[in-house]
């Protein structure tokens, strides 16, 4: 009986979000016996690391100001056009676009970096250019409000080599550190892999309800469309701010690292980089 009203006589129902599983969890929690006990050392280890970087993520955000700015961010799913609901679009050649989104959890102000495969790949000088953006637009924002005091950033992210664990991000940061007086500090945390859910997953969330929405009216022909939508998808507060990028837009970060002529030497990457302007 309870069924037969909630589903009948209610249009309502239990959703399930998607999300996605930790390898590490996933085979603890499917091993058996003695290959349970093997991982058991391993998997509390991990998920002690997995609470701790989420409180430093909390406490960090209760520490956000003015000065002292936390952001996530983290590249959204491909979307890829054209694309619609009907079959005989799933045949077509695709050009996949790219949304690089910058999220500031004090301000809930989310920056929004969007290019096509035509324009720049997914790699570290794409990802390390709008950081670089990123940097330069909220140091000209903070000056033109009058803020002159130094300014402290501290970013999270997941843990993709490929895009930002490495060491020509790490580069971008000493460049930044150097160029720019009104920067302090830039730190950088990484989130427990297998464990990297945060903020800018809601807005990634929240542009792929606005573009399913988009498709029951009609096909997405071309990039710039998604440009549009993004722009639409929040509905209450400040809209996303999106940028548009062309391949002038993207810089040669790669070269920074003999430019400034860096050694990394170090065989395990640290959790949490940090990198403090010096004084003469």
Known sequence: MYSKIFNEEYNI???????????????FQNAVGEDKEKFREKYETHQREKELSRKEKDEDKKKSNTNYIVSVYDLQAVLPAPRSNVSVFYYKSKLNSFNFTISELNTSQTECYF?????????????????LMYLQKTIKDREDNGCTDLLDF?????????????????????YAVMKFPNINSITHKY??????????????????????????FGPIY????????????????????????????????????????????????DMIVSIVKKSN
């Open 13 to 27: 129902n239990f959703f399930t979000p998607k999300k996605d599983q930790c390898e590490l969890c996933t085979s």
């Open 115 to 131: 290019w096509h495969e035509g324009e720049g790949n997914r790699g570290v000088e794409e990802i390390a250019s709008c950081v």
């Open 154 to 174: 501290v970013f999270y992210s997941d843990n993709c080599c490929g895009q930002q664990k490495n060491k020509y991000m790490i580069a971008l940061y000493v």
């Open 191 to 216: 989130l427990i892999t297998g464990h990297t859910q945060n903020e800018g997953d809601c807005v990634h969330s929240t542009i792929e309800k606005q573009v399913k929405n988009s498709l029951k």
């Open 222 to 269: 071309v990039p710039s469309q998604y440009a549009q939508l993004i722009r639409m998808a929040k509905k209450r507060g400040k809209p996303y701010n999106v940028n548009e990028l062309t391949h002038l837009d993207f810089s040669a970060i790669k070269a920074l690292v003999d430019d400034l002529k860096l050694n990394f030497n170090q065989e395990r990457g």
